[in-house]
């Protein structure tokens, strides 16, 4: 036993005293030995340990997909579920599959965040939600506050949780407003955007968002915070860099912020200083979030917006969880139907970042081509699971390398509806296999309990009168019925339908290729913007289009015409052109051609190559035919009735002096661009019993909103309307009367945010009363409300219907004296009185002088013929005042000799006669010119005239004591048998002959003069119809 415990070393050591016999049985006895001894030590080490259990299984969640080809259904593990991509055309499973996966959080109480732009998705999900869970329910929509539920879940975008974070809150909101606003967002507007970002963030504890707008317009506001901001780079800017720049550089940020701040539809969503919902909370312990950003009542512009902006609070929530162990972060999910909509430049950043937060997100889209270029391809990179259902073969190529080589990209391409390829790493490896969607459809809960139950723990109630009397302002001031590439376009085909002279056409209709160069030329449009509008109007019904297809022969001119920066107008068809061929005219003129009317021109003879400068007959090709498809646009009556001819018929329409004060007061506006939206007097009146007295109750909206167009370096936006800058019109018929209507008017206005301008009718008496009026109500009078913006500002615009003379009171006006006041009003009463005859004329432009007005309006006057550059002139002169009439017919001239005769040469009851009852012949010339005026393209043909029959009939005789001027019931009878219309231009109305012409097919129209007195006499004597425009 002694050699169990030896060592090799101490049989080594003792070998030199042992013999040899002996060692053999030494080494036996130590190898028995140590076997024997390390079997002792095993067994006492097994009878000493306990018995363990062994380790039970741990079973790993799987989170399910679909159903494979056997209907079982299959997924993946939880713990291997990260960032997933769907893409497939509309209508093949998506939806149907994000719910099937929503519903098993629900099911495993596991925390989500649904963003859906479209309302569906949503209400689905909140269908499948169990009361018992409705406490973790946070609905977030901004349409809850006006509906009947009257609150709203509250955030406050520029909300952050430590001095770190501002910097990163400030860029999230600067990258929403550079994708919202896109091309025309640039680093001028990003350097002023983000200064006033930090300037907010650093001064004030709480900001509103809404303080955006105050840091820029309120320059004390802005002087506040400076006191109290540390950033020393932040000052820098705002006391030096920000007053160097032009004075327009702030308000073109005002212009882009003001929409969002102001828009009522949103801003009690935002209105706060503390969110109503903690996101970080939400992540940690569980929450359903459901956000529902319906783009049919909030715009997909602001649907977009607000959906960057809480995928931002959410990023930073995640971001937040780095102060907890890792284990301890509970995974939330994220999932976002149309998720190009709201990626921004920092959405390849939330993708990478929140992976280790446990933040994981499912982002959804039709094809790979609709994500922005710098992170479309990171998309399939940075999401393990992808998911294709049916797409486009670019995606399905662009795919393919993850499904190989199960599927090939046809086969992704030929996916039945339902169906999905989905993609994912299991241990490692990426495995491919088709699914089924499972469609769970819509619950049995009933959603408005569920939104009720969440709004009660989660909202805030508001009250949205608070909102609207901003003036149904953003309902009615934010959203125009048109934009204004559309609004441009109805301009050129109105003054196209006006003058009956289309631009390259004729009458009423306007060639495309004409549009399109007026456009670029006038407004910087570019093709793409006026092509969609086009689309538009004619989806709206406001405008119509015609196809025309033109043949024509012509010798091909081999030679290019050189480039000109401003396009010509061809003298033969009329178009521009920026490529114009230049023909030598008579007297060393040249006009223009394009390139197919000198062709056309060369094939017929009309001209040759030498006429043509730089061109020799070697440039003449051999002839050709060729035919050409054009397009003409014109404009419908429901198009003129709501945007060019605001008659008001509804029960506050105001009558025919409102009407002629609106196009007079507007005037201005109307040649500057502004979109004019009319209040049509729907609207019926409304007055309430206050303190036994009776109190006018105001319309919502002034009498005409003008929207100025929004540009920026001289390019108009296509889509927008400088919100900034828009002015309030009302025009008051009796403002002396109704003093109580015109101030409820401009308290109206103010509570809006608008300047208003007043037109009222009468001198400057009735002005600077109205005036004064206004001022003790609180108004500051302002001489122009375009240059002078601000609300409380106010503008009054005296108006004489007949002349259409317009005075703008000033505010020293208002200082003035009575003499002063009546020496001014005298000058403005002979400026009337001079004015009246340049400014009544008939519907065509004419220079000649109406005898009738002469005796009417200038019987003070001395009339006097003078002759300049062998023409003779008619003037009028009254004390130091000489206005020249313009030139003088046969028929002036003869009655101002007659005027200039001696008293005694003519008795007074002839002198009287001459005056009240000028003599046939001095009529004639304006009967005739107005006959001889013809519109474009409106007659071709005159009906035979017989007035020797005619005059033989009994019921044309005039009776005892009647004076009938027979020349013009000639002309009337004439057109008897066609019909007979009135139509009013100007506050005048103007009597036509129209009649259709079978053979030729088109329309004739003749004009019978104005439509007075001694026409509807006439009409009346002879028994004739007449159809008569609507009264107002």
Request: include cysteine; aromatic fraction near 10%; charge should be positive.
């Amino acid at each position: 036993m002694i050699s169990e415990f030896l060592s090799w070393e101490v049989i080594f050591a003792a070998a030199s005293i042992l013999t040899a016999a002996m060692l053999p049985v030494i080494v036996n006895h130590y190898k028995e030995g140590r076997r024997r001894l390390r079997s002792l030590e095993a067994g006492s080490e097994k009878r000493a340990r306990p018995e363990v259990p062994p380790p039970p299984e741990v079973k790993r969640v799987v989170h399910t997909l679909g159903l494979d080809s056997h209907g079982k259904l299959r997924g993946v593990y939880k713990d291997e579920r990260i960032h997933t991509a769907v893409f497939g055309y509309p209508g093949t499973g998506k939806t149907t599959l994000m719910l099937f996966m929503i519903c098993q959080h629900i099911r495993r109480d596991e925390g989500f965040m649904v963003l859906d732009p479209h309302g569906d998705l949503a209400k689905k999900v909140l269908s499948h939600i169990p009361p018992d869970k409705w406490h973790k329910v946070v609905y977030i929509s901004p349409l809850t506050a006006f509906d009947k539920f009257k609150s709203v879940v509250q955030l406050n975008f520029l909300e952050y949780r430590t001095g770190l974070d501002k910097g990163l809150v400030a860029r999230t909101i600067m990258d929403a407003l550079a994708k919202y606003y896109g091309k025309f967002w640039g680093p001028r507007l990003d350097m002023i955007m983000l200064n006033s970002l930090y300037l907010l963030l650093e001064g004030k504890d709480r900001p509103r968002f809404s303080e955006i707008y105050d840091v820029l317009s309120n320059e004390a506001f802005r002087e506040e915070l400076l006191g109290r901001c540390r950033d020393d780079r932040v000052r820098t800017f705002w006391e030096g860099e920000f007053k160097k720049m032009p004075k327009d550089a702030s308000s073109a940020v005002m212009t882009k912020i003001y929409r969002i701040v102001q828009e009522k539809i949103i801003v009690p969503m935002f209105d706060c200083e503390v969110s109503s919902i903690d996101f970080r909370k939400a992540m940690d312990e569980g929450f359903f979030v459901i956000v529902n950003l319906e783009e049919g009542r909030i715009t997909s512009d602001l649907a977009n917006f607000l959906g960057s902006l809480i995928l931002a609070k959410v990023y930073l929530a995640g971001m937040s969880r780095e102060d907890i162990p890792e284990d301890e972060r509970e995974p939330f999910y994220v999932y976002v139907d149309e998720a190009y909509r709201f990626t921004t430049s920092s959405t390849k950043d939330i993708l990478q970042s929140l992976r280790k937060y446990k933040v994981y997100m499912t982002l959804a889209a039709q094809y790979l081509g609709q994500y922005r270029e710098d992170i479309r391809d990171s998309i399939p990179s940075l999401c393990d699971i992808l998911i294709c259902f049916s797409v486009g073969k670019d995606t399905a190529r662009r795919l393919e390398e993850f499904y190989q080589p199960v599927l090939d990209y046809r086969q992704i391409m030929d996916l039945p509806r339902y169906y999905f390829a989905a993609s994912a790493i299991i241990g490692g490896r990426r495995e491919a296999q088709v699914f089924k969607v499972v469609n769970y459809g819509r619950g049995k809960v009933n959603i408005e309990e569920v939104v009720k139950a969440s709004l009660s723990r989660f909202g805030r109630p508001v009250d949205v009168e608070e909102y609207l009397t901003k003036g149904e302002a953003v309902d009615e001031i934010a959203y125009t019925p048109v934009q204004p590439a559309e609004h441009l376009i109805l301009r050129i085909l109105w003054e196209a339908h006006h003058e009956k002279k289309g631009v390259g056409a004729n009458r009423d209709q306007v060639l495309v290729d004409a549009i399109m160069d007026t456009l670029k030329t006038e407004d910087n449009l570019e093709e793409t913007d006026v092509t969609r509008a086009l689309h538009l109007l004619i989806r709206k019904g406001y405008i119509g289009e015609r196809d025309q297809t033109v043949r024509w022969e012509g010798r091909k001119i081999l030679a290019r015409p050189n480039f000109v920066t401003t396009p010509v107008n061809c003298m033969e068809c009329g178009l521009l052109t920026q490529y114009p061929f230049w023909v030598k005219c008579e007297g060393g003129v040249r006009r223009p051609l394009c390139q197919m009317c000198a062709e056309r021109a060369l094939k017929k003879g009309e001209l040759t190559a030498d006429r043509i400068e730089g061109l020799t007959p070697k440039d003449i090709g051999e002839e050709y035919h060729r035919s050409r498809s054009f397009k003409w646009y014109f404009i419908r009556p429901s198009a003129i009735n709501e945007f060019f001819l605001p008659s008001p018929a509804g029960p506050r329409g105001g009558g025919t002096m409102h009407t002629e004060l609106i196009k007079v007061g507007c005037r201005d506006l109307y040649d500057e661009k502004y979109f004019m939206k009319y209040d049509l007097g729907e609207e019926a009146p409304k007055r309430r019993r206050v303190g036994g007295e009776t109190v006018y109750v105001t319309k919502r909206l002034p009498d005409v909103l003008a929207y100025p167009l929004y540009k920026v370096d001289g390019k108009t936006h296509p889509r927008r309307y400088d919100m900034s800058r828009i002015i309030a019109v009302e025009a008051e018929t009796n403002p002396l009367k109704h003093q109580k209507h015109t101030v409820a008017n401009f308290k109206k206005c103010k509570a809006m945010g608008l300047p208003v301008r007043f037109v009222v009718p009468g001198d400057i008496i009735v002005g600077i009363k109205t005036a004064k009026i206004l001022r003790k109500a609180g108004a500051n009078i302002v001489e122009d409300v375009k240059s002078e913006y601000k609300a409380g500002n106010a503008e009054v615009v005296c108006v004489d219907p007949e002349t259409e003379m317009r005075f703008t009171i000033k505010p020293e006006h208002l200082q003035m004296s009575s003499e002063e006041l009546e020496a001014l009003t005298q000058r403005l009463k002979m400026k009337r009185e001079g004015k009246t005859i340049l400014t009544l004329k008939p519907p065509e432009p004419t220079s000649r002088v109406n005898v009738k007005m002469l005796a009417e309006k200038f019987k003070e006057w001395n009339l006097t013929i003078e002759e300049e550059g062998g023409t003779r002139y008619l003037y009028a002169e009254r004390g130091n005042v000489k206005l020249n009439l313009g030139p003088a017919t046969t028929a002036v001239e003869e009655y101002v000799k007659q005027l200039q005769k001696p008293k005694e040469e003519k008795p007074a009851t002839a002198e009287r006669e001459a005056v009240e009852k000028p003599p046939a012949e001095q009529e004639k010339p304006q009967e005739k010119m107005e006959a001889a005026t013809k519109q474009p393209e409106r007659e071709k043909a005159e009906p035979q005239q017989k007035p020797s029959e005619l005059l033989t009939k009994p019921s044309c005789k005039p009776q005892k004591g009647e004076v009938v001027n027979k020349e013009r019931e000639e002309k009337i009878l004439a057109y008897k048998d066609w019909p007979l219309f009135v139509e009013r231009r100007k506050g005048k109305l103007y009597l036509y002959a129209r009649k259709y012409d079978k053979s030729t097919k088109k329309r004739r129209v003749k004009y019978l003069g104005l439509y007075d007195e001694e026409a509807k006499e006439i009409i009346k004597r002879l028994r004739l119809r007449v159809r008569e425009p609507r009264s107002g």
